[in-house]
């Protein structure tokens, strides 16, 4: 199983300050040192974490590849022209959430997304496509010549959250607090059921297959387990565990969680 590491929360940290630490670039040399398979980094169109020169910096000393995630919006596709990381991962964006709420709606932006994918195809980017586990969006993924998806695990990460922690806090994708562990575990399962069918329809269509957000410790394992899913993507979990264990020791255990699934 392929590990790409997120690395937007050490930017988010050194944010809360406006100061220059920590720097995510330090990050780098650890990456490799664990030989992770990649960088993923957000450049979000309000820079709240990652930044324009951080992205730019990152493509040119990391020395691994780069997943730069963006919106569709038309500077962020320019800037990732420009900045030519090795792959781009669309994912849909809002200015007023926390994180990323819910796959790319391909369905609605098909012909904007042929104009982008055709774009990077041309400058030799790969591109990617986070999205919901629907075996529609999967196809329309497909129609549009892209080389991976990233399933969106959210939902998944959210009901495991509800059933395994007694913070019973309104996810995103879960709304209702008065959900029995019984309907819990129901939710889980369709929702596991949900990315295994997704991961086997994107698999046999001939597309590359990862998945993250929302992936912990914990939770990861059920997804790791999952023989279409080549790559996670994770960041959060890590750069928390990381406050306390230090980051090659985080990202070393979440690979130990990676291995043993399989
Ligand atoms: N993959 C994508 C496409 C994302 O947008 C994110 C969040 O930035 C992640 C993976 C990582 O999610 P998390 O920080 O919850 O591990």
């Known amino acids: 199983m392929l590990l790409g590491v997120n690395i937007d929360h050490i930017a988010f940290l050194r944010e809360a300050r406006r100061t220059n630490d920590p720097n995510p670039l330090e990050a780098l040399c650890i990456l490799k040192k664990c030989a992770v398979s990649q960088v993923t980094i957000h450049l979000r169109e309000d820079r709240r974490h990652i930044h324009d020169e951080d992205l730019f910096e990152i493509v040119k000393t990391a020395y691994m590849p780069v997943n730069l995630e963006c919106s569709l919006n038309d500077e962020m596709i320019d800037i990732a ?11 849909p964006e809002k200015r007023e959430e926390v994180t990323t709420e819910g796959g790319l709606d391909v369905k609605r932006y098909f012909d ?7 774009k990077f195809k041309e400058a030799g980017i790969d591109v990617s496509l986070f999205i919901d586990p629907n075996l529609e969006i999967v196809n329309l993924s ?5 080389k ?3 399933l969106h695990t959210g939902k ?7 059933l395994n922690t007694n913070l019973r806090q309104t996810h995103n994708s879960v709304k209702s607090l008065e959900l029995s562990s019984e309907k819990l575990n129901v939710l889980l399962e369709k ?9 086997h329809e994107a698999h ?14 914990y939770n990861v394992k059920n997804i790791a387990e999952i023989e279409e899913i080549k790559e996670l993507n994770i960041g ?12 090659e020791e985080a990202i070393t255990k979440m690979q130990e969680q990676l291995k043993t699934s399989r």
């Open 236 to 247: 959060q979990s890590i750069i928390a565990r990381s406050l306390f264990w230090g980051l």
């Open 148 to 150: 991976w998806i990233e």
């Open 191 to 199: 929702s596991l059921k949900e990315l295994i069918r997704a991961a």
């Open 81 to 91: 022209l420009k900045a030519k990381p090795t792959r781009v991962t669309l994912v």
């Open 204 to 217: 046999k269509l001939g597309l590359l297959v990862a998945a993250g957000h929302g992936l912990n410790y």
């Open 112 to 118: 904007k997304l042929t104009l982008v994918c055709k």
């Open 156 to 162: 998944y990460a959210d009901i495991y959250a509800m």
């Open 142 to 146: 497909n129609d549009l010549g892209v």
